[in-house]
């Protein structure tokens, strides 16, 4: 199959989204077509072939007819300041306008159920089953808490008074931070665009969210969806590719909630830097599982698929990255885990339903990229089959990969899981700390004392004992990571917080007015001011009456 590619120049300034956005795609001139070919040459608009790839070593291929540019950085700049002034003539403010367009999104998603699945299934080929687990029915549950709580989320909280301002009060105030930007990401492309997005409107913000354009058919859903949902002067879509980021990047916002990888979380820093505007990251990193020897074997590798390839077939920042284990034991886990995979997805992975596939070429060849480094493929165990045309990879296990191999130094994000070995269940540790901070760790183990001393020692944006990925469905929970893996967290309440401004209010009367605070000052008012500041009621007493201890 002769196919045409579209290069990359190293030096193109404006990558929001670089390499991943820019070699995805392939044209074959083949008159058979694989669907995602198909579906992707024929999508009726700019934001898989845009002229946001326009960078002096570009050339795109001849069949290929670059559209004009649709949204720039005025149209950006005009539309913040559309938002701006509805957000200052208070319309996000109300309860009512918060609840009602939360619960506009929760009826969005009762109605358009079949629409969103179908999206997201051609984005992805996801299975239905995983798709309202971990799309449909966690976003409808995050309108449902905030319909349930949000007005007492939306209650000051009282604070403690030192007796220095006696008589007073005081609260903290949440109110919203403004116009918020939400850019997100396309491995979950409705839960993830859409649980930030309720919690900034939660929080009274006006907001823009930009869909991934690596999902288009779930991104043109979005925008078209919303724009018949909820109201448009206060809430809007933007989508579109590397251009049209920039441009949105290059506005004054007031929070900036990104979803992504932390190339691409350093370049949204460094544009938000210049407004001192305050971001979330949520990023990403090698998730490690440890596995102790004293643990239910069939139990720990079902719970390890579940967070391997039923999470979009290994697309995903909180799935398994890699597996620590001791030697002895790392024969029977493997054992166990081909046994379960064969029962989940048959003995011909490739042909199973329930697996997605990869998003698209360039990840599908990324990931080929991990295996065909020097000492790495031979150290397969189990799967590594793979169909370009299918856009498929079948569940791949690995044995003691070279420690300084690219699969065993990058964030995977895909179906390929490598096993390490140490000599003791303890090592593990040292591994884990050898790499970034991941954004999970997870740990199966019967030890209660090894448990203790995961949690004491190992940085992580969560832990979890004996399972993964359920952490994200407990709403007292934050979600967010450390160091790599990202800053700032969200979920339920914690998304509320995160788009809210923290406001002191104290409140005094005119009574208890003291002349120790003021000028002309004496030895006396400073002895004063001491014992008050001391905040020790027998010593307050005597200074009052003018005597002292001392």
């Avoid at 006696?166 to 649980?195: C, H, K, M, R």
């Avoid at 004992?465 to 800053?487: R, Y």
Wanted: contains cysteine; glycine residues 4%; charged residues 25%.
């Amino acid at each position: 199959m002769k196919t045409f590619s579209v290069p990359l120049s190293q030096h193109c300034s404006s990558s929001v989204a670089a390499s991943s956005f820019k070699k995805a795609f392939i044209y074959s001139n083949n008159s058979k077509k694989s669907n995602i070919q198909s579906f992707i040459i024929s999508f009726p608009y700019s934001r898989i072939i845009s002229s946001s790839y326009r960078c002096s070593a570009t050339t795109l291929p001849t069949m290929v007819e670059e559209e004009k540019q649709r949204f720039d950085a005025d149209d950006a700049a005009v539309l913040v300041m559309e938002l701006r002034k509805s957000f200052n003539l208070g319309k996000t403010t109300s309860y009512e306008w918060r609840m009602s367009q939360i619960q506009n999104i929760a009826n969005m998603i009762e109605e358009k159920e079949k629409d969103i699945m179908e999206a997201i299934y051609m984005d992805l080929s996801k299975p239905q089953h995983e798709t309202f687990v971990s799309e449909i029915s966690m976003t409808r549950n995050s309108c449902k808490l905030a319909l349930k709580e949000l007005k007492s989320w939306m209650k000051p909280d009282k604070a403690k008074t030192p007796l220095t301002t006696y008589p007073s009060s005081a609260e903290i105030v949440s109110e919203p931070l403004g116009v918020v930007l939400v850019i997100s990401t396309w491995n979950y492309p409705f839960l993830l665009s859409l649980d930030p997005v309720i919690g900034a409107i939660a929080a009274g913000n006006a907001v823009v969210l930009k869909p991934s354009e690596i999902a288009p058919a779930t991104s043109l859903l979005l925008a078209k969806l919303l724009g018949e949902y909820v109201d448009k002067s206060s809430i809007r879509v933007v989508e579109g590719a590397v251009a049209e980021t920039s441009a949105l990047l290059e506005q004054k916002w007031d929070k900036i909630l990104y979803t992504g990888s932390p190339r691409v979380g350093r370049i949204v820093m460094a544009a938000a830097a210049k407004h001192l505007t305050p971001v979330t990251l949520e990023l990403g990193g090698k998730c490690p599982v440890v596995v102790d020897s004293n643990i239910n074997l069939q139990v720990t590798a079902r719970r390890i698929i579940a967070g391997k390839w039923t999470c979009t077939n290994g697309q995903a920042c909180i799935g398994v990255d890699y597996i620590i284990t001791t030697k002895d034991f790392a024969s029977k886990l493997i054992d166990t885990l081909r046994n379960e995979l064969e029962e989940f997805f048959g003995k011909s992975p490739m042909e199973s339903k329930d697996l997605s596939r990869i998003v698209n070429l360039f990840h599908l060849r990324r990931l080929a990229s991990l295996l065909d480094e020097d000492g790495v493929s031979d150290k397969i165990v189990y799967g590594g089959q793979m169909d370009e045309s299918q856009l498929k990879i079948a569940p791949t296990i690995l044995l003691d990969a070279p420690e300084d191999s690219m699969i065993m130094n990058e964030e995977i994000f895909g179906p390929l899981l490598p096993i390490v070995t140490v000599e003791r269940i303890e090592n593990s540790f040292t591994v884990i700390k050898s790499k970034p901070k991941p954004l999970a760790a997870y740990l199966f183990t019967d030890d209660e004392q090894l448990k203790k001393d995961f949690v004491q020692n190992i940085s992580a944006g969560a832990i979890v004992f004996n399972d993964t990925i359920l952490h994200t469905t407990v709403s007292s929970l934050p979600f967010g990571g450390v160091g790599e893996s990202g800053m700032g967290s969200y979920h339920a309440k914690f998304s509320f917080d995160t788009f809210s401004h923290k406001k002191a209010v104290l409140y005094r009367s005119f009574e208890g007015d003291s002349a120790t605070r003021y000028p002309p000052y004496t030895p006396e008012k400073l002895r004063l001011l001491r014992t008050l500041l001391n905040g020790n009621i027998f010593d307050i007493i005597l200074a009052l009456v003018g005597w002292s201890r001392d």
